[in-house]
């Protein structure tokens, strides 16, 4: 594996044409505005270039989605953009996972799987690092591709809330603006808009709220039962994850969401130095120090016991 | 009325001495932040300077008001920031209403009650006003006046997710946090953090949720008994205002909350064009185009009929 320079990066992806770009299952706003931006921007130099991912794209990001042009070719150099590591590319794309031209992420976890690799595990958002590829490329920017690189930043910053959310976040935040990023329209849609069912589901979720720890763990569970009842959809239970952090004194926020019968997904947010990939890497998962994952088998109660374990563990560790 | 230029109010600052800023009553992050930021700003210039308000600064804040050293002195230059009327100034500020020297604002509905005013309604936030005015006063920025000008912005903006969260916005934040501002702190204890009582209080607030014109207006009640209940504060009553928005299909949301026996104060929130300021002025209220407030007289439901009947005219008049 070599690493390697954004500029040796823009340089590589200038000399291929019929280029897949792998976004990762579970597709957020920040694999998804990379794949399509980069895949834009590769468009305009005149190459085949087409962003898949193994999972559908939620509809939230039609924007990005409706009108690109789908390109069929046989695919001549293989990029992935956002992925930590190769099971995260899913099923349907697990095909590719020793054959990885150009891996371009900013997971510290990055596992280095790809040939050339370059890894900014300071980047809030992957989107940032495509940002400053795009220019390198000599591509410039227009609506398009500056909206799909707001999406990026603004949903893996939980729209600038979150710790990430520096500096460069901000100022390409407002680079992209003056590019023709219509900011007001995809926060709105990303952050500002609730199906009536995912309300339902937010409100059933809390009720399910449990401290641990002196209050300073706090769980919020997720069953299938709820979204049946609710009508809400998979996507719906995003936001949830956010909510157990937000309560006063609570340091590891937990949500335990049932997947299929006796499979587990938990995402862990953390604050005040505590790391939740640390409480994650233990169970097999992974991702940054203020949110991360992984699956646990078992029942709601034993997934709950479970995690809450690990989570103290970690707690135990900051004192 | 005299209307100034950024460098002209800079200009009448730096001339005088023994300054008073008043922020308006019900002080939110954008008010206080300009108060706070101005006066630190002018206090290296070795004037004496003193934020006022006639409500006390919610605690939320007190990285910004504790260790700001109070100081005494014979008023001799009055200076409103973020005031949009006199009305706005509650009580404890009432005997300087004809004697404001400047205002500084960002509300384009300001009624010009000063001997000399700056307003840019175009900016999302006063505190960008106030950055523009600090540099040319020649102030060197510090972490303290970073964070008093980061607070401002990324409350007036609901944390870069409202319409007003333009390109200045992101530039000005990245240059704060450049400057030093503790973004990370700030956002998390202003978005990220609520009391158990104000989630109970969210969870309430959530159940009274009612559909009107055909589920184009949504109104949420906040009762009194719901804070007694709960034990929540009036303060935690804020995010409650930008629920009612965010549900799909809803372009006016409403929220209806009961101050004292018999008077309800109701905060409108717009989208796709709707304007919430032309809902609340003729109903005695103002505010911005997507955010607007009032008062109504009445029972809760009689409020309610009445706001929701303004609120359908508006409706009317986009269609």
């Known amino acids: 594996m070599t690493e390697l320079t954004i500029v040796q990066a823009a340089e590589l992806l200038c000399r291929q044409d019929n280029i897949l770009v792998l976004m990762h299952k579970s597709p957020d706003g920040d694999t998804v505005g990379c794949g399509y931006a980069l895949c834009a921007a590769l468009?305009?130099?005149?190459?085949?270039?087409?962003?898949?991912?193994?999972?559908?794209?939620?509809?939230?990001?039609?924007?990005?989605?409706?009108?690109?042009?789908?390109?069929?070719?046989?695919?001549?150099?293989?990029?992935?953009?956002?992925?930590?590591?190769?099971?995260?590319?899913?099923?349907?794309?697990?095909?590719?996972?020793?054959?990885?031209?150009?891996?371009?992420?900013?997971?510290?976890?990055?596992?280095?799987?790809?040939?050339?690799?370059?890894?900014?595990?300071?980047?809030?958002?992957?989107?940032?690092?495509?940002?400053?590829?795009?220019?390198?490329?000599?591509?410039?920017?227009?609506?398009?591709?500056?909206?799909?690189?707001?999406?990026?930043?603004?949903?893996?910053?939980?729209?600038?809330?979150?710790?990430?959310?520096?500096?460069?976040?901000?100022?390409?935040?407002?680079?992209?603006?003056?590019?023709?990023?219509?900011?007001?329209?995809?926060?709105?849609?990303?952050?500002?808009?609730?199906s009536r069912s995912k309300l339902e589901l937010e409100k059933m979720a809390m009720n399910t709220l449990k401290y641990y720890h002196d209050g300073k763990i706090a769980v919020i569970a997720v069953t299938a039962e709820m979204l049946s009842v609710t009508g809400a959809e998979e996507s719906d239970t995003e936001g949830i994850a956010s909510i157990p952090r937000q309560i006063e004194g609570v340091v590891i926020g937990i949500t335990v969401k049932e997947r299929s019968s006796g499979i587990y997904r938990i995402s862990v947010r953390t604050s005040d130095g505590a790391d939740a990939s640390a409480v994650c890497s233990v169970l097999g998962g992974g991702g940054h120090k203020a949110a991360a994952g992984c699956s646990i088998e078992g029942t709601l109660e034993s997934a709950t016991e479970t995690i809450v374990a690990a989570a103290e563990k970690e707690l135990e560790r900051l004192q």
Chains 1, 2 share one sequence.
């Open 43 to 194: 468009r305009k130099l005149g190459k085949h270039a087409q962003p898949v991912c193994s999972d559908p794209i939620p509809k939230v990001f039609s924007f990005l989605t409706e009108g690109f042009e789908q390109q069929s070719f046989e695919p001549e150099y293989i990029v992935s953009v956002d992925v930590a590591a190769t099971t995260l590319l899913g099923d349907g794309l697990s095909i590719y996972k020793d054959s990885i031209d150009l891996c371009i992420d900013h997971h510290p976890s990055n596992t280095g799987f790809a040939k050339n690799t370059y890894v900014d595990g300071t980047a809030g958002a992957c989107a940032q690092i495509i940002c400053k590829v795009i220019k390198a490329m000599g591509v410039s920017f227009d609506r398009y591709i500056a909206n799909a690189v707001f999406t990026g930043i603004a949903t893996d910053t939980g729209c600038f809330v979150f710790s990430n959310a520096g500096a460069e976040a901000h100022s390409i935040a407002a680079e992209m603006i003056n590019e023709g990023a219509e900011s007001a329209m995809i926060t709105r849609r990303i952050f500002e808009t609730k």
